[in-house]
């Protein structure tokens, strides 16, 4: 039990900060904001959308009471989150190399997922 509670910790921490950053990025960050609107071909409003939806997932995974159907929405959206990001490297032409860290990120993802059940089961 002790194990799966580190494990659903720290994986999470990884999830929510990686995901807290990207929102911060997109917001402010001009590399990020070109790179999502030109390189990867994003609408402007997009970057926006993403940010606030990647804030409020953090928020529904963190924040203890959350209706356990409202928390698998938040782990659906970041698993179509870190999908779509992997495809849309590799449309990109960016290659394996670059598309390969959202990939980590969705194990890291399961990872939580899969620990989250064992300790509040």
């Known amino acids: 039990m002790k194990k799966n509670k580190i ?8 999830i929510a900060f990686m995901m807290l950053f990207s929102a911060y ?5 001009n590399e990020m904001k070109a790179a999502l609107e030109q390189h990867l071909g994003y609408p402007f409003h997009f970057r926006i959308e993403l940010a606030i939806a ?9 924040i203890p ?3 356990a159907k409202i928390k698998e929405w938040a782990y659906a959206g970041f698993t179509f989150v ?9 449309s990109a032409g960016d290659g394996i190399q670059h598309a390969i860290m959202p ?14 059940d064992k300790i509040h089961s």
């Open 7 to 14: 494990i659903y910790w720290i994986s999470t921490g990884i």
């Open 25 to 29: 990025s997109y917001l402010t960050n």
């Open 54 to 62: 990647k804030v409020i997932g953090v928020l529904v995974l963190l």
């Open 65 to 67: 009471g959350i209706p």
């Open 82 to 90: 870190f999908i779509s990001a992997f495809v849309a490297h590799l």
């Open 103 to 116: 990939v980590i990120f969705l194990g890291i993802l399961a990872a939580s997922y899969i620990n989250k």
